[in-house]
């Protein structure tokens, strides 16, 4: 079992910044990807990026070059640096570990909402 502590997440303007992390615990062994997904109002849940064991990093096309996701494997920590926020970006925010066999553990949730 992982369990997924998050914080960050809150209020703020367009164009505006905010800082995402979550700190993992438990079997931290098994992970294989750590990331962030979001759910807006009425959509699907969605990746937003990820990173895996070797580094690899995956956004979503319409966060690309704004958001930046950073993990530090020692302390089992991943965080996404969001920047010229928009207001399609409100969500809730759910960070995401990807654990061998093939088990996925999520966050609580964290509230992002952009005004206009």
């Known amino acids: 079992q992982v369990q997924l502590v998050e914080s960050g997440g809150g209020l703020v303007q367009a164009g505006g910044s905010l800082r995402l992390s979550c700190a993992a615990s438990?079997?931290?062994?098994?992970?294989?990807?750590m990331g962030w997904y979001r759910q807006a109002p009425g959509k699907q849940r969605e990746l937003v990026a990820s990173s895996t064991n070797d580094e690899t990093t995956n956004y979503a096309d319409s966060v690309k070059g704004r958001f930046t996701i950073s993990r530090d494997k020692a302390r089992n920590t991943v965080s996404l640096q969001m920047n010229s926020l928009k207001p399609e970006d409100t969500a809730v925010y759910y960070c995401h570990v990807a654990s061998w066999p093939a088990r996925n553990y999520w966050g609580q949730g964290t509230q992002v909402t952009v005004s206009s």
């Open positions: 438990g079997s931290t062994f098994s992970i294989k990807s």
